[in-house]
């Protein structure tokens, strides 16, 4: 570029699936200050509305794309200064200094990050775009969150008092685009990838008689659902049989260096995401199970972060509680393992050479035979088994 002191940033892939999208809205203007990990933009993609975050500290010198224009992965769509590097500093400006309420941030208030825009009125991103999808002025809105700033129950308090205004316009994605955008990646998928698909049935009356009593003296908000269980289970999986937890890149296998398990979300108005969790192996259940909520809560609202989208290093889908007994599942390039989880159904079950009646469910594996095979398949099977029958690595999980 030429100039060392400044660099683009330029839009990222939000998974392996994803060639283009478009910037919907600016998180930040031109003069402000951002650091690494801070959300500068909203991009639009196939399947959902992403929040994208910086990962170089710098002051914003312009934006490279018009808002709503499609553009490819990889396309410049800022220039940054780096900090220190600036000849004159920003904060003598003279227009800072004669309009400070004008200024417009993202501010600090009591540790809760807030986003301060004209006329000096504080709010949470949520609170701030859940008011404008109400045609709500956040101006005439009470906030009740840190330093006055509007969080998102002032919002839906607000908009308890008037009806919902009518959409103008149907959605930038339908149902039926993000659906064959899906269909189109996996299609390619299982024409690439060389699929061989397992199965094994998992006792889990243990695993139900565990949640009920750790659930008991709980809140509804606060209770552990099985989902939680079973991605602790892959992870643990992932994290002892490694040739599972990577990627197939450019005709060979590279492990991955971490354990990031992608939950597979379906959306209220239709489609998939398949945000992650960081380092699942190393997290309790109940850590887990806040890392869940937020990843739903997210994606059902627009608020994912890419940096939930991109990393991941196998994947869940968790059809169990929509009623199906078993999924085959589709590898989600470039990963080589996607495991699935079905419904628990009474079945006939021997212990101890009697028959009995017992809670069991059926885990899948499709996995990549370029990475592995079935011997290797299985092994990976019998750790999730062992670990959601016998519990033992779920409790130390929740003692550490």
Sequence with gaps: MGDTATFE???????????????????????????????????ETE????????????????????????????TPIAR????????????????????????????????????????RVLASPLARRMAAERGLELASISGSGPGGAVVEADVLRAGAAQPSPPATQPPARSAATMRSAIAERMSRANR?????????????GALKMWLDQRNAARSISE?????????????????????????????????ASAVNVAMIISLRRGGLVAPHIERADQRSVDEIMVALNELVTA???????????????????????????????????????LVGFGRALPRPWVVNELVTV???????????????????????????????????????????
Excluded at 14 to 43: F, P
Excluded at 375 to 396: M, V
């Design 80 to 119: 940054l200064r780096r900090l220190g590097d600036d000849p004159v500093p920003r904060a003598q400006d003279s227009r800072d200094q004669e309009q400070p309420s004008e200024s417009r941030g993202r501010v600090d208030v009591e540790g809760f990050t807030v986003v301060q825009g004209q006329g």
């Design 358 to 400: 017992r809670p069991v469910m059926t885990a899948t594996l499709a996995a990549d035979h370029r990475a592995t095979d079935g011997a290797i398949g299985s092994r990976f099977l019998a750790t999730i088994a062992d670990e959601l029958e016998h519990l033992t690595l779920l409790e130390q999980s929740e003692r550490t």
């Design 47 to 74: 399947k959902s509305d992403i929040d994208i975050e910086i990962w170089h500290d710098g002051i914003v010198e312009e934006f490279l794309v018009d808002v709503g224009e499609l553009i490819d992965v990889g």
């Design 192 to 204: 690439e990838i060389p699929h061989y698909h397992l199965a094994r049935d998992i006792d889990v």
């Design 223 to 255: 209770r552990l659902l099985p989902a939680a269980c079973y991605v602790r289970a892959v992870a643990v999986a992932a994290a002892r049989h490694h040739d599972l937890n990577g990627f197939w890149i450019d005709d060979h296998f590279e492990p």
């Design 299 to 337: 994606a059902r609202t627009g608020t994912l972060r890419g940096s939930w989208l991109t990393g991941s290093t196998i994947t869940v889908t968790n059809l169990g509680d929509t009623g199906a007994d078993l999924v085959h599942g589709v590898i989600s390039p470039p990963q080589v393992a």
């Design 9 to 43: 940033y330029r839009l990222p892939s939000l998974g392996a699936d994803m060639d283009e999208g478009r910037v919907i809205e600016w998180r930040v203007a031109a003069g402000d200050t951002v650091h690494r990990g801070d959300l500068i933009a909203v991009v």
